[in-house]
């Protein structure tokens, strides 16, 4: 159960994109179409931005967007505004009612 | 309006006991997965365990396997934690989600867990 591989911090200015990836292996990422995204200001209750790779809960801006090919997994955000800053976190089911999260990016707007 | 609601949390001693209590509203337990999330000081999110509260089925990260143990009252609407043996490495802010398409979809404000003495 080893954590997901995500950069500590990723950064962009207001109308630029930031892409964000997250690497596992064939047993969560790999293995699952089952990769979610969760956006996250610590205290609070983190927000779920991406499920099954790609899609988006009703509510969440279609300039969140994510992607997954092979081991790895990505979170684009398009169009930045100042509150997207936060903290970004994969998560993967690893199997067997298991599931992972990534160490987490801190998303600076500029 | 569909709420969780954490409660429970609070100083114990290394070794010591603390149960966590998870009050859902707007929608039944029996029928959703919910899952337990932590977050220790200055680290990630980090899967606790899983409950399928229909059959009472249950699985554990192995940082609290044997340690911890997450049961669903039906009736009350309402998941437990039991937290037995607790370590330094527990003390975290404990969030009590609920599981949709292998995603976490609502969570709860949390409750803070500190294990010290």
């Known amino acids: 159960q080893s954590a997901l591989t995500q950069p500590p911090s990723a950064s962009g200015s207001p109308g630029q994109s930031v892409t964000i990836s997250c690497t596992g292996s064939s047993s969560d990422i790999g293995g699952y179409n089952y990769v979610s995204w969760y956006q996250y200001h610590p205290g609070k209750a983190p927000k779920l931005m991406i499920y099954e790779v790609n899609k988006r809960p009703s509510g969440v801006p279609d300039r969140f967007s994510g992607f997954k090919s092979g081991n790895a997994a990505s979170l684009t955000v398009s169009g930045l505004q100042a509150e997207d800053e936060a903290d970004y976190y994969c998560s993967s089911y690893a199997g067997s009612d298991n599931w992972v999260f990534g160490t987490g990016t801190r998303v600076t707007v500029l | 309006e569909v709420q969780l609601l954490e409660s429970g949390g609070g100083l114990v001693q290394p070794g010591g006991s603390l149960r966590l209590s998870c009050a859902a509203s707007?929608?039944?337990?029996?029928?959703?997965?919910m899952t337990w999330v932590r977050q220790a000081p200055g680290r990630g999110l980090e899967w606790v365990s899983f409950?399928?509260?229909?059959?009472?089925?249950?699985s554990y990260a192995d940082s609290v396997k044997g340690r911890f143990t997450l049961s669903s009252d039906n009736c009350r609407n309402t998941l437990y934690l039991q937290m037995n043996n607790l370590r330094a490495e527990d003390t975290a802010l404990y969030y009590c989600?609920?599981?949709?398409?292998?995603?976490?979809?609502?969570w709860g404000q949390g409750t803070v867990v500190t294990v010290s003495s």
């Open positions: 409950i399928y509260p229909d059959s009472g089925h249950t």
């Open positions: 707007g929608f039944i337990l029996k029928g959703n997965a």
């Open positions: 989600t609920k599981n949709t398409y292998f995603s976490f979809d609502i």
